[in-house]
């Protein structure tokens, strides 16, 4: 499974943007896709995940302003009234049965 992330960049708090992943490879395998960032000086944290199924997962911090949706093999995260703290870079994540796949990451900065 290879991970194709675009999106983030810079923005001031209170706006938004818009991260999009795109898996190609052995898509069929994949159970969960979703988003994680990383801070300076902190550990990997999940952002957002949803399952072939359809249920979604949100970190208790980006609950009500993060939305999380899925197209086949692409996944989209809409980032809603960021907050500084949200700076990070932000990973793709893929999960099947037997790996765990993760796409280059993007930096979403927010300041202003």
């Known amino acids: 499974v290879q991970l194709q992330a675009s999106g983030g960049g810079l923005v001031q708090p209170g706006g938004s943007l818009r991260l999009s992943c795109a898996a190609s490879g052995s898509i069929f395998s994949i159970n969960d896709m979703g988003w994680y960032r990383q801070a300076p000086g902190k550990q990997r944290e999940l952002v957002a995940s949803?399952?072939?199924?359809?249920r979604t997962n949100y970190a208790d911090s980006v609950k009500g302003r993060f939305t999380i949706s899925r197209d086949g093999a692409t996944i989209t995260v809409y980032m809603n009234s960021l907050k500084p703290e949200d700076t990070a870079v932000y990973y793709c994540?893929?999960?099947?049965?037997?790996?765990?796949?993760w796409g280059q990451g993007t930096l979403v900065t927010v300041s202003s």
């Open positions: 949803i399952t072939s199924g359809g």
């Open positions: 994540h893929a999960g099947t049965v037997v790996a765990t796949y």
